[in-house]
Every structure is written in C-alpha cells, then in structure tokens.
C-alpha cells in the first residue's frame, strides 16, 4: 500500500528560498507566542541520556532508540524519542515554582517510524513543561492551557500571511473537546483515525482527549508511555488540514501523573519493573514537582501553516524510495 498520498493537482506555493525564509520567521513567532502565553523561559536540552535513569521516553514501548558507545565512560547512551521525563526532573532540578514553566528545541531520532506524509525517522518539536498545583490538575485548568495554545498558533498564522498574503489557511480557534471513548461511541465502525477525520472535518479545531487506557471496545485510542501523561488529563490537539483532507495532529500533551496515577497506569500497561527507576522512584515518593506539559511539532507546524502537503518540503531526512518516486512524480522537492 502506498503511504504516501499527495492531493491531486497540489503545487506548493512557496519556492524553496521562501519556504525556508517562512519557516525561520514562523518559528520565532510561535516561540515568542508561546512562552508569553504560558509563561515559560528557554532550556538547553539533552540529545542523548543514559539509559539507567529512566529518562528516556518510551513511546509505546516497543520503538527501538538509537544508542551508541562513549569512549571516555565506557557507557552507553540513547538518543532521545522525546523529553517528557527529563523535562520534569528538570524543573525539579532548576526550582520553577507552580505557575513557572521551561520549553526547548527537541531534536530526536524514531528509527522506527513509518514514513508518510507526516512521518519521518527525525523529529523536531517544542517541549514545554510546566510546574502546577495539586487544585490545577483537573479537566478545566487542562482545557484552559489547550485554548491557549491554540490562540499563539492561530496568532502565528495571522502574522505569516501578513508577509506571505498567498497562503490560504484559516485555522479555528473555537475548540471543540471530545473524549476518545465519545469518538468511539458516535463512529464505532470507524477506525480511530478515521474518527478523527470525520470529527474535524465538521469541527475544525479539537482536543482529542483522554489517550492511552482501554476504551471500552477492548482497543485503544492510541498509545501512550504510562509514566508521564495522565490517561484522564491529557490529549492532543487536532486541526482540520485543507491540503491534506484529513484530521491534523499538532500537538501531545496532557497532566503529567502523579503518584498514585503513576501506581495504576505501571500496573495496567505491566510495566512494574520501572519503579526500581530513579525517576519513577522519585515520582512515586513525590519527590518531583506536579507538572502539565507536552511537544509541539515544529515540522508539524510548519507543514499546516504554510500549506505543505509532505513533510519532507519542510524538514530535511532520508527518505525510503516510494517515498521520492512519489514526491518526484509530484514535483515536490524534498530539502
């Protein structure tokens, strides 16, 4: 089956030289949308972590990292999937009080992606975490944060086509909240991707809640790593994609667990050998600072922004041969 799909009659409407100059003028207004909105200050970040801290995200568990030997230690290392642990420890690390937050350039390494229109085995994105108060981990304060996030996004957008008045996006930023388990239950022949579509295609804008238990069916909506994401507090944020015709994921974030949503989630997804950790063992003896917090692709970003139909016309990677048949048949160029 082919997995790359580019819309009939597509031609970018950027050249390469403006695709670039609009990606370095998207990304540092996002920045500076984004960290006023939710108050955060810049980090440096790791590329790589040891192994034995249990910092490294696992994404649903079977993705292999990339890891490599250091001469000097006699150690390995692993290249990260994403920071969503090393973020918390963190703020624990540097004393950001609650209301205080950190975001940094997250660059990872998923060798075993599946390359499509919106995949690739590198990943760039936006990390940000954020230090909360026990009275914030609720539904609403969750809700509140992804508002936000959607406004410095559509703000982005209105600030792009002011210098690039060709680009033809409108974005919503009424967002519509549905639990996985109420897709389930309104498009129960459907996929959950396909869910997705059908949902944004009427509602524009959404936060798909509520990500990583069992739904009632016995499946999942998708996976999430238990240890960070609370599967009650968290989700991600969805926008209808013109060029695509589909359901557009750009953001996964949520309330991180605490102790005891750390407790339930180990034992259900049978991962109990991680709490000898020293990030689990801090975080089940509450050692570490109550956070919400999540990426936001930046190629993600950058691709619905500027009406890019395949990632690849705004990152650069290696790409499989199907991949560059198609693009070239096409006439995308791929950086």
Request: hydrophobic share 35%; glycine share 6%.
């Amino acid at each position: 089956m082919k997995k790359t799909v580019i819309p009939k009659d597509y031609k970018p409407l950027l050249n390469l030289y403006e695709t670039q100059t609009a990606i370095g003028m998207l990304k540092r207004i996002f920045e500076d949308e984004i960290k006023r909105a939710l108050n955060l200050k810049r980090v440096s970040a790791p590329l790589f972590v040891d192994p034995n801290t249990g910092l490294n995200d696992n994404l649903n568990g079977v993705e292999r990292p990339v890891s490599f030997d250091i001469l000097e230690t006699k150690t390995e290392a692993q290249i990260v999937h994403s920071l969503a642990k090393w973020k918390r420890m963190a703020l624990h690390k540097y004393g950001f009080q609650p209301g205080e937050g950190l975001y940094t350039d997250m660059n990872a390494i998923r060798r075993d992606e599946e390359m499509d229109n919106l995949h690739s085995i590198y990943v760039d994105q936006w990390d940000w975490e954020k230090v909360i108060t026990r009275e914030d981990r609720n539904t609403d304060y969750l809700k509140e944060t992804v508002k936000l996030i959607v406004n410095a996004v559509c703000n982005t957008l209105d600030e792009l086509k002011k210098e690039f008045p060709l680009i033809p996006v409108e974005l919503s930023r009424d967002v519509s909240f549905v639990t996985t388990q109420e897709l389930e239950d309104m498009y129960p022949e459907l996929s959950p991707k396909e869910r997705e579509d059908v949902y944004l295609k009427e509602h524009k804008t959404a936060f798909v809640m509520q990500i990583g238990d069992l739904l009632k069916s016995g499946q999942k909506h998708d996976g999430r790593s238990p240890d960070y994401d609370d599967w009650k507090l968290n989700g991600d944020i969805v926008f209808w994609n013109d060029v695509l015709g589909r359901a557009f994921e750009v953001s996964s974030m949520g309330i991180r667990v605490d102790e005891k949503a750390l407790d339930e989630q180990l034992t259900k997804a049978g991962w109990d050998e991680k709490r000898t950790l020293p990030f689990h063992k801090m975080l089940l003896n509450g050692e570490l600072p109550l956070t919400m917090g999540g990426g936001i692709g930046q190629s993600r970003l950058c691709m619905l922004l500027l009406a890019k139909a395949h990632i690849g016309e705004v990152q650069v990677s290696i790409w499989n041969d199907e991949t560059i048949a198609s693009c070239k048949e096409a006439g995308i160029e791929l950086l």
